[in-house]
């Protein structure tokens, strides 16, 4: 088992930064990969990034080159740097940790972004 908590949601305006953080226990050293997911109101939750062991990273268009995944092994955790915000970024933001097939999932971090 492995045990997720989100944290660093929060109201940030337009054209803002926001930080999430996402710390792992148990399995650990299990863990494959670790992704961030989000669901906004009244739609299906959708892929955001992922970062393997081997630090490779990958996002969805729709975030690349304004959000940053990064992790501290040492801390086991993983950050997900948000810039340049839009309103449409609003969403709950869903930590996920990968063992083979099966998937972990924090309680999730409310992200509103609006003037």
């Known amino acids: 088992q492995v045990q997720l908590v989100e944290s660093g949601g929060g109201l940030v305006q337009p054209g803002g930064s926001l930080r999430l953080s996402c710390a792992a226990s148990?399995?650990?050293?299990?863990?494959?990969?670790m992704a961030w997911y989000r669901q906004a109101p009244g739609k299906e939750r959708e892929y955001v990034t992922r970062?393997?062991?081997?630090?490779?990273?990958n996002y969805a268009n729709s975030v690349k080159g304004r959000f940053i995944i990064s992790r501290d092994n040492a801390k086991n955790t993983v950050y997900l740097q948000m810039n340049s915000l839009k309103p449409e970024d609003t969403a709950v933001y869903y930590c996920?940790?990968?063992?083979?097939?099966?998937?972990?999932w924090g309680q999730g971090t409310q992200v509103t972004v609006s003037s």
């Open positions: 996920n940790a990968r063992i083979m097939v099966s998937d972990y």
């Open positions: 148990g399995r650990i050293f299990s863990i494959g990969s």
């Open positions: 970062i393997f062991n081997s630090g490779s990273t």
